[in-house]
């Protein structure tokens, strides 16, 4: 008889996927397949699967409320409609049994539960599958690159430096402004080195109180200080074997500093209030968008950790000196955003590619995906507009740059509006006046 698979969403918006994947399994089974809610994962309820399609940080506070991995439970596979590096470090790191790629993975790990392969009750974790990217990519390392996207010399360029950089196991420094892709970057490296099948564990440096800085880093021991009820480890010991990623490492307190440049020279390390030294056995990749030259000069940032860290060092362009990127990175965006949101995939009008590569996107990548989504989810189906951008990104590109097609766009505008002006101005990010400026420039009947 068909074993019974039970699958568990990680969150509440993950239910919807969770269902969609057991109906899958149902058909591909003829079994019983049973969805469970998230507040059971932290009662040691038996899942084969957690299905979920958030990215790997979200992913992980969730997933802390597993049992342990000493436990006697069975270890559950993850089943994510787009796996990263980082979802298999996440897996490496928690104890899970394998990644599965939704939908493409789907049908080799449903033979492998019908042969009674998938973790359950009855097989020991020490026997389930291991870890192992999705089919289509050979490995970890071959899909590194990919994430880079971009037919720019500059980004040619970027992409043979990283191929390089990570071949070596040095300090590696990424230097970029806000939003231009660092971590990304980050994981590229580690996907391309050495320590790919280890984990990838990353600290945003700007985001800690200074009092926390150093029990994070380098773990503490019970009773170090008031509130530590129980031994922790910091990330040093997390991404042992693998690499460990420090964002905005400009941001670092002085303290903090002296106590990083001590662990890079000695390659061992104390926990908080620990009294036996650890091994610091880490690929170490710091990134930061400041001018850490002048910050040295200004007495704010430590001249020698600078050299340290300044091994191997990686410059990002910003997305305004690629322009010819913006609109295969948009499309790529709208592929993700439509999975997403679960609806059918949008293409850009072509007024909008013109208008996507007037902009100068001080935010970078990260900018141009939001305003993306924010596009997708004022849209009601059809091309994306540049009616649907940004109202900051629309007044920056009506002020210097026109689209092409200006009366399709208004009129577009307009018929959205029931032919309100007040609300297709909104909509334009005109005033009322410039669009009846503009009618009558125009001839339109409706000036």
Avoid at 39 to 51: D, F
Avoid at 139 to 159: F, H
Avoid at 237 to 247: S, V
Avoid at 409 to 431: D, F, P, Y
Wanted: aromatic share 4%.
């Amino acid at each position: 008889m068909p074993m019974p698979i039970t699958l568990l969403a990680a969150m509440p918006a993950d239910l919807p996927l969770a269902e969609r994947v057991a109906d899958a399994m149902r058909k591909r089974l003829g079994t019983s397949v049973v969805v469970l809610p998230p507040h059971l994962m932290a009662r040691g309820t038996a899942a084969q699967a957690i299905v979920s399609h958030a990215d790997a940080p979200l992913l992980d506070a969730q997933l802390l409320r597993l049992p342990s991995p000493r436990s006697s439970l069975p270890r559950p596979a993850l089943i994510h409609p787009d796996p990263a590096p980082a979802h298999f470090a996440l897996a490496l790191r928690r104890g899970l049994a394998e990644v599965v790629a939704w939908p493409e993975e789907i049908e080799r790990w449903c033979a492998s539960a019908q042969d009674g392969l998938a973790p359950s009750p009855e097989r020991p974790v020490a026997a389930a599958a291991p870890v192992r990217p999705p089919s289509g990519a050979a490995n970890t390392r071959a899909g590194g690159l990919e994430r880079l996207i971009g037919k720019s010399s500059a980004m040619r360029a970027l992409r043979e430096r990283v191929a390089r950089v990570a071949q070596f196991d040095c300090n590696v420094l990424l230097v970029g402004e806000t939003g231009s892709g660092k971590e990304c970057v980050a994981h590229a490296l580690h996907a391309q080195s050495p320590r790919a099948r280890g984990p990838l564990v990353s600290l945003n440096c700007a985001s800690l109180p200074e009092h926390l800085v150093e029990s994070e880093l380098f773990g503490h021991e019970r009773g170090a200080f008031t509130g530590a009820h129980h031994a922790q480890p910091g990330k040093f010991e997390l991404a042992a074997g693998g690499t460990l990623f420090l964002d905005e490492i400009g941001e670092l307190p002085p303290g903090a500093q002296a106590k990083l440049l001590r662990v890079i020279e000695s390659r061992d390390f104390y926990r908080v209030g620990g009294l036996r030294p650890l091994r610091a056995d880490v690929h170490l990749i710091a990134a930061t968008h400041r001018d850490l030259d002048a910050m040295c000069a200004q007495g704010t940032f430590r001249q020698d950790l600078q050299y340290r860290l300044d091994v191997a060092r990686i410059d990002l362009p910003a997305l305004r000196e690629r322009a010819g990127d913006i609109v295969p990175l948009a499309e790529h965006f709208l592929h993700q955003l439509c999975a997403a949101m679960r609806r059918d995939l949008v293409a850009l009008a072509p007024a909008t590619r013109v208008a996507l590569r007037a902009y100068p996107w001080p935010g970078n990548v990260r900018e141009l995906r939001n305003a993306l989504e924010s596009a997708l989810i004022d849209s009601s189906g059809g091309d994306l507009d540049v009616a649907h951008l940004p109202a900051r990104i629309r007044s920056h590109i009506w002020a210097n740059s026109p689209p092409p097609d200006e009366m399709s766009l208004i009129v577009s505008a307009l018929e959205r509006t029931q032919w309100n002006k007040s609300a297709a101005a909104r909509e334009l990010g005109w005033s009322r006046m410039t669009l009846y400026r503009k009618l009558r420039e125009m001839g339109h009947p409706a000036a």
